[in-house]
């Protein structure tokens, strides 16, 4: 069973098949390709996941760095096993790597197989009457929703797991934590549940009211735990009830499908616009731009609900969604800067870093995405924080100079000059 973005015991499909057919050797690859993509918070997070893991499994999860085309096949053959499960994977890279896997595998006489994904419906599966994808996310989310899931299986139970992991098959430590400043959520599955149980006991039934308050508890924070699969949203889908608050939950995990299906269909929008028309836009590249950038990414721009959440990414890796969006808005609108330098950054520090949310949500923000949001609607940032944080608790919080007003950096820019510039530029493009 080689584990990736699936870190858990619980509702687990292809770990339910791979102990059906015999014993099985739990693996994961540190692929040093995503060691160096990642930031310090993601690996530490993944780390202690993996560590929880190894505990579930009684300490029989084998770890291997090196490349999955070379490694996998490896231990394949040192177990004499005759099939891989894995869940599938469809983000680009993901699945480049997989046929790299199965072939090498195929040469060493053993099988990959894909049994589930980390959706509740795997992308590529929901489409229009004519067979194309979706661009838009209601109609989307309608046929999502019909389309439905199973429900979730139990864990293994300890006795019916036929191991055969370490100590007998070598493995290598899980690495230590790398340096990290941020304070993390708790990991594994224990960690992800009991912050499940905190927010289904309250904030849950005031989701849809609450949810966009970056200074209230008021969203689940399950984000990482789906990253790495510690949960299946089909365990959250079953922990709903049919309620409005409930309902909008369900349809923020769309979102989540609707982005890894987007991204299935087009992996060229990983880092590419997917209005190529936007292509066009002026951007700020030069040495200015570069020096505007670093003080977005230090949180010093001189709007606190921006700096906020920018400091919230260093100091815990997460940051609120709305925050997520003002920020976002900020860097392309306000700076003119391109959306990919932004979405680097987040990947770095985001401990739920994915590439088709990121990317997506950034091109949501950037106007150059999904069509929901076009560009010439720009977030101004003080009637944000206005709305959203409306005692500035949160801005308080994280930008502690406020309250004494000395050592806070005056606005870098003037925010209405910046949006007539933005739309001046748009306007250029398509001459509206
Ligand atoms: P909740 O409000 O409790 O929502 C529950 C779950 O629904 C989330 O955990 C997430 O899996 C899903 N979800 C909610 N909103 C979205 C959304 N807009 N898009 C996709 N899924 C969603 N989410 C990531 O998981 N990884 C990212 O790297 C990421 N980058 C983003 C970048 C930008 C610029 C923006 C605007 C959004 C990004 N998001 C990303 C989406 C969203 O901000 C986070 O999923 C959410 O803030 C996580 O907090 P939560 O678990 O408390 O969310």
Request: hydrophobic content about 40%; some cysteine.
């Amino acid at each position: 069973m080689w584990f990736r973005r699936d870190l858990r015991l619980a509702d687990n499909p292809a770990l339910a098949a791979a102990l059906a057919e015999g014993t099985v050797t739990p693996l994961f690859v540190l692929d040093p390709l995503f060691l160096r993509r990642a930031g310090a918070p993601r690996l530490a997070f993944m780390y202690r996941c993996l560590r929880e893991l190894d505990a579930a499994l009684g300490g029989a999860l084998v770890v291997r760095t090196g490349d999955p085309v070379t490694v996998v096949p490896a231990v394949a053959r040192e177990v004499g096993a005759a099939a891989v499960f894995a869940a599938g994977d469809f983000a680009p890279y993901g699945m480049a790597r997989d046929r790299g896997v199965a072939d090498a595998l195929r040469d060493a006489g053993a099988t990959l197989r894909h049994v589930g994904s980390p959706y509740a419906v795997d992308p590529g599966t929901v489409r229009k009457d004519n067979g194309t994808q979706y661009l838009v996310f209601t109609p989307f989310s309608k046929v999502w929703l019909a389309h439905g899931w199973s429900a979730p299986i139990e864990a293994p139970r300890a006795s019916a797991m036929r191991l055969r992991g370490a100590p007998d098959v070598p493995t290598e430590r899980i690495p230590d934590d790398p340096e990290v400043a941020a304070t993390l959520p708790p990991a594994g599955e224990r960690g992800a549940w009991a912050r499940w149980e905190t927010f289904a006991a309250d904030a849950i039934d005031r989701y849809r009211d609450e949810r966009n308050r970056p200074d209230l508890d008021g969203c689940s924070r399950m984000s990482p735990y789906l990253r790495f699969g510690v949960v299946h949203p089909r365990q959250l889908l079953a922990e709903l009830r049919p309620d409005r608050h409930h309902d909008h939950y369900r349809s923020e995990l769309c979102w989540r499908e609707f982005y890894a299906d987007v991204l299935f269909h087009q992996p060229h929008t990983a880092w590419r616009n997917l209005q190529s028309k936007m292509d066009a836009l002026p951007l700020d590249t030069d040495e200015r731009a570069r020096a505007r950038f670093d003080v977005w990414c230090e949180g010093r721009t001189g709007f606190p609900i921006v700096d906020a959440g920018m400091r919230e990414l260093r100091a815990t890796g997460w940051m609120h969604n709305r925050v997520r969006m003002i920020v976002a808005s900020f860097l392309v609108k306000d700076l003119h800067l391109p959306w990919q330098w932004g979405a680097r950054h987040f990947m770095r520090h985001l401990v739920d870093g994915d590439i088709a949310s990121n990317n997506h949500g950034w091109q949501w923000t950037a106007g150059t995405g999904t069509d929901a949001a076009p560009y010439f609607r720009v977030f101004n940032p003080e009637m944000q924080a206005e709305k959203f944080d409306p005692d500035g608790a949160y801005r308080r919080a994280w930008v502690p100079e406020l309250d004494d007003a000395l050592g806070y950096p005056a606005p870098m820019v003037d925010h209405a000059t910046e949006r007539a510039e933005a739309l001046a530029r748009y306007k250029r493009v398509t001459g509206k």
